[in-house]
């Protein structure tokens, strides 16, 4: 009998992040047009930009997004410490300005808590961005479920 | 309409990333993209599954991340290409791709 493990991991986006996004794509791209003109360039040369195309398009027209991760294995638990898992939970409760303040609300070492949310961020678990000249963590995170199959 | 943005880590460094648009239940976009973490290089493409321009395709990349080669295909769902992608994940490079 072959027994199966999945963890899904359902993020919720909220308008805020949205607007981040477009943000974020008018900074690297210019404009949606401009990025429209080179993927219709490009074709399928380039997925990254293909995929932020297609996103900035539908999302322009009202679609909901919904973002989820999922790990085919039990990867995830090496990076889920129990330190881990609390910013997670803090993060989900909670708004925090900067990673000082995270650490400080924390009662941890900056430096921990910094790496801490740097291996996060590498799953995306959690988000770092810039807001002057601290980086404000979050997470999105909103159900997190781990199935097991027979 | 719908975006559903999914990343599956299939491996350490490896991973598929899937996006897919609905409107009213059926599928208008959908690209399956499975990529690994080459040292020094970030990111790197190696097949992709989507239908662009409304034609069901599949694309191949090299190592550097190219386009070398694009064959049509019938439409594949997320969990269609990653039962590929389990299978086929350490000779994608060299395969031929008219089997995907």
């Given at each position: ?17 949205i ?25 399928c ?20 997004f919904?973002?989820?991760?999922v790990?085919e ?11 881990r ?7 989900a ?17 900056y430096k ?39 | ?7 599956i880590?299939v ?31 970030g990111?790197?493409?190696?097949i992709?599954?989507?239908n ?8 191949k990349?090299?190592?550097s ?24 994940r ?11």
């Amino acid at each position: 009998m072959v027994c199966t493990m999945e963890i899904n991991i359902i993020k919720e986006r909220k308008q805020s992040d949205i607007d981040d996004l477009i943000k974020k794509w008018k900074k690297t791209y210019g404009s949606f047009d401009s990025l429209q003109n080179k993927v219709m360039i490009s074709k399928c040369s380039s997925p990254e930009e293909m995929n932020d195309y297609i996103v900035w398009k539908y999302l322009s027209t009202g679609a909901d997004f919904k973002e989820s991760v999922v790990f085919e294995s039990a990867d995830v638990f090496y990076i889920l410490s129990p330190r881990r898992a609390e910013i997670l939970e803090y993060l989900a409760n909670n708004e925090v300005a900067s990673i000082r303040e995270l650490s400080n609300k924390l009662r941890r070492n900056y430096k921990n808590v910094y790496d801490d949310l740097k291996a996060l961020s590498k799953y995306e678990l959690v988000e770092l961005r810039e807001e002057g000249r601290a980086l404000k963590p979050s997470c999105s995170v909103s159900i997190f479920n781990v199935n097991f199959e027979r | 309409m719908e975006i559903l943005k999914q990343k599956i880590w299939v491996h350490k460094n490896e991973v598929l990333e899937s996006l897919t648009v609905m409107d009213s239940g059926k599928v208008r976009f959908y690209s399956h993209t499975y990529l690994v973490k080459e040292r020094g290089r970030g990111w790197v493409p190696y097949i992709k599954w989507d239908n662009w321009d409304r034609q069901p395709h599949v694309d191949k990349y090299d190592s550097s991340g190219a386009l070398v080669e694009q064959r049509a295909c019938p439409e594949k769902t997320a969990e269609d290409a990653l039962k590929l992608v389990k299978i086929f994940r350490k000779n994608l490079m060299t395969m031929d791709i008219s089997q995907l």
